[in-house]
């Protein structure tokens, strides 16, 4: 029964149609099995770009947090180095009324004006350097005037913006923002756009008078911002009266210098002070004769 069920199976085929099945059967098996391969293929490339553009993606962000450490690592260092630099600045400073020899930094403040270039030129004459703390509102009023004290080398420093005490002292805040704006006025008049000025002086000085609390919060405040500050241990008193002589400044000059060493001289170069400019060859020649030698901030300041 079981040959004849055999037999029966194959009933109606012959030896052709039978390959003819067959190889029909094997092209399908060879096209799918190509079609898988293929696939297979396409999925591992796939998987291949796919892995090394990941692998490319974590070696960008790896680079990119290697430079932002590096760039971190640096911030933090040029902040420790700007640290380093203040307190430094400070200690000099905080000493300034201080030194074995005599020295003398003359100091004009609330300008520039037109009595400025008159100082200028005394001073190129005497082959001397001096600091002038500007007002910003002068600067921006007079910016070429600014460009010329700073590229005869002489010191640059803050004197606030308006000068008007009811809006420099209305906050602690105001303070900051008048030496702000100065600054920026000073890189713009200047050209140079990496300029600080070092020291802001207080209109007014520091110490006294009715805004003593404000200012004494704003000097905190600056010194947070690592802005010093200095005021004067002398003057002529050209901004005592109005139309002062030249025998009251020098009285003033010598009764307030006698005894010191160090010196910070205060004078102005507003537009109202052309006695001052008249004054300074003889303020210069009374300095020398008592063997003060002329310095500015920019020379023990980094």
């Given at each position: 029964?079981?040959?004849?069920?055999?037999?029966?199976?194959?009933?109606?085929?012959?030896?052709?149609?039978m390959?003819?099945?067959?190889d029909?059967?094997?092209?399908?098996?060879i096209?799918?099995?190509?079609?898988?391969?293929?696939?297979?293929?396409l999925?591992?490339?796939?998987?291949t770009?796919n892995t090394i553009?990941?692998l490319?993606?974590?070696?960008?962000?790896?680079?990119?947090?290697?430079?932002?450490?590096?760039?971190f690592?640096?911030?933090?260092?040029?902040?420790?180095e700007?640290?380093?630099?203040?307190?430094?600045?400070?200690?000099?400073?905080d000493?300034i009324?201080?030194?074995e020899?005599?020295?003398v930094?003359?100091?004009?403040?609330?300008?520039p004006s037109?009595?400025?270039s008159?100082?200028l030129?005394t001073?190129?004459?005497?082959?001397?350097?001096?600091?002038?703390?500007v007002?910003?509102?002068?600067?921006e009023?007079?910016?070429?005037?600014v460009?010329?004290?700073?590229?005869?080398?002489?010191?640059?420093?803050?004197?606030?913006?308006?000068?008007?005490?009811?809006?420099?002292?209305?906050?602690?805040?105001?303070?900051?923002?008048?030496?702000?704006?100065?600054?920026?006025?000073?890189?713009?008049?200047i050209?140079?756009?990496?300029?600080?000025?070092?020291i802001?002086?207080?209109?007014?000085?520091?110490v006294?008078g009715k805004?003593?609390?404000?200012k004494?919060?704003?000097?905190?405040?600056?010194?947070?911002?690592?802005?010093?500050n200095?005021?004067?241990n002398?003057?002529?008193?050209?901004?005592?009266?109005t139309n002062p002589?030249?025998?009251?400044?020098?009285?003033?000059?010598?009764?307030?210098?006698?005894?010191?060493?160090?010196?910070?001289?205060?004078?102005?170069?507003s537009?109202?002070?052309k006695?001052?400019?008249?004054?300074?060859?003889?303020?210069?020649?009374?300095?020398?004769?008592?063997?003060?030698?002329f310095?500015?901030?920019?020379e023990i300041?980094k």
């Amino acid at each position: 029964m079981k040959l004849k069920i055999g037999k029966n199976k194959y009933k109606g085929y012959n030896i052709y149609s039978m390959k003819k099945y067959v190889d029909k059967k094997r092209i399908i098996f060879i096209i799918l099995t190509a079609i898988l391969i293929i696939l297979t293929l396409l999925l591992i490339g796939y998987y291949t770009i796919n892995t090394i553009a990941v692998l490319k993606n974590i070696k960008n962000q790896n680079e990119q947090l290697i430079n932002l450490s590096n760039k971190f690592k640096e911030q933090e260092q040029q902040n420790q180095e700007k640290t380093q630099i203040y307190e430094e600045n400070k200690e000099q400073i905080d000493h300034i009324y201080s030194s074995e020899t005599k020295r003398v930094f003359l100091t004009f403040d609330d300008g520039p004006s037109e009595n400025t270039s008159s100082i200028l030129n005394t001073l190129e004459n005497y082959n001397l350097k001096a600091n002038f703390f500007v007002l910003g509102s002068r600067v921006e009023a007079m910016p070429e005037k600014v460009k010329e004290v700073y590229e005869k080398g002489h010191f640059i420093g803050n004197h606030g913006y308006s000068h008007v005490y009811e809006a420099i002292y209305a906050s602690p805040q105001s303070v900051l923002d008048e030496y702000n704006k100065t600054n920026e006025a000073i890189k713009k008049a200047i050209g140079n756009n990496e300029f600080n000025t070092k020291i802001f002086r207080f209109p007014g000085g520091l110490v006294g008078g009715k805004y003593a609390e404000i200012k004494n919060q704003a000097k905190q405040l600056l010194e947070e911002n690592q802005i010093l500050n200095v005021d004067w241990n002398a003057l002529t008193g050209d901004s005592e009266s109005t139309n002062p002589t030249l025998e009251k400044l020098m009285k003033n000059l010598k009764r307030t210098t006698n005894g010191k060493n160090s010196v910070i001289l205060l004078m102005h170069d507003s537009s109202a002070k052309k006695i001052t400019a008249e004054t300074l060859p003889q303020v210069i020649e009374y300095l020398k004769e008592q063997g003060y030698e002329f310095k500015t901030f920019n020379e023990i300041l980094k």
